[in-house]
Nanobody
Framework: QVQLVESGGGLVQPGGSLRLSCAASGSIRSINAMDWYRQAPGKERELVAGITGGGRTNYADSVKGRFTISRDNAKNTVYLQMNSLKPEDTAVYYC??????????????????WGQGTQVTVSS
C-alpha cells in the first residue's frame, strides 16, 4: 500500500529549469532504487534517471549533464533537477520506487510503486 506523490511539473521556456519531487508514503521498511521515467506523445516510456539506495546514479544519454537525480532517505523522497530544458524534454514524467513494506514486526513484502505522472512542457 505504498503511494508516490509527485510535484513540480509545469510549463517552462527552453533553457529554463524545473525541480520534480516524488515522496513515498505508507508502511515502508526500506526503499532500494528510485527512478524517473518519462513518456512523450507517440513514444515509449523511457528511463530518464535512477538512483540506488547507496546513491549510485545513472542517466539517459539525452539528459546527461543537464539533469540531476537525488534522494532524501529520511523523507523517502526522490528529486529530479532539470536544467537547460529543451522542447524535446516535454513529456509526462513518472517516478518509480521499489523496496519492502512492513507487514508486521517480523515480516515484510516487496513493493514496486508508480506515481500518477506529472506533465512537463517546455515551450516558448
Amino acid at each position: 500500500q505504498v503511494q508516490l506523490v509527485e510535484s513540480g511539473g509545469g510549463l517552462v521556456q527552453p533553457g529554463g529549469s524545473l525541480r520534480l519531487s516524488c515522496a513515498a508514503s505508507g508502511s515502508i521498511r526500506s526503499i532500494n532504487a528510485m527512478d524517473w521515467y518519462r513518456q512523450a506523445p507517440g513514444k515509449e516510456r523511457e528511463l530518464v534517471a535512477g538512483i540506488t539506495g547507496g546513491g549510485r546514479t545513472n542517466y539517459a544519454d539525452s539528459v546527461k549533464g543537464r539533469f540531476t537525480i537525488s534522494r532524501d532517505n529520511a523523507k523517502n523522497t526522490v528529486y529530479l533537477q532539470m536544467n537547460s530544458l529543451k522542447p524535446e524534454d516535454t513529456a509526462v514524467y513518472y517516478c518509480n520506487a521499489n523496496g519492502y513494506t512492513r507487514i508486521t514486526y517480523y515480516s515484510s513484502q516487496p513493493f514496486d510503486a508508480w506515481g500518477q505522472g506529472t506533465q512537463v512542457t517546455v515551450s516558448s
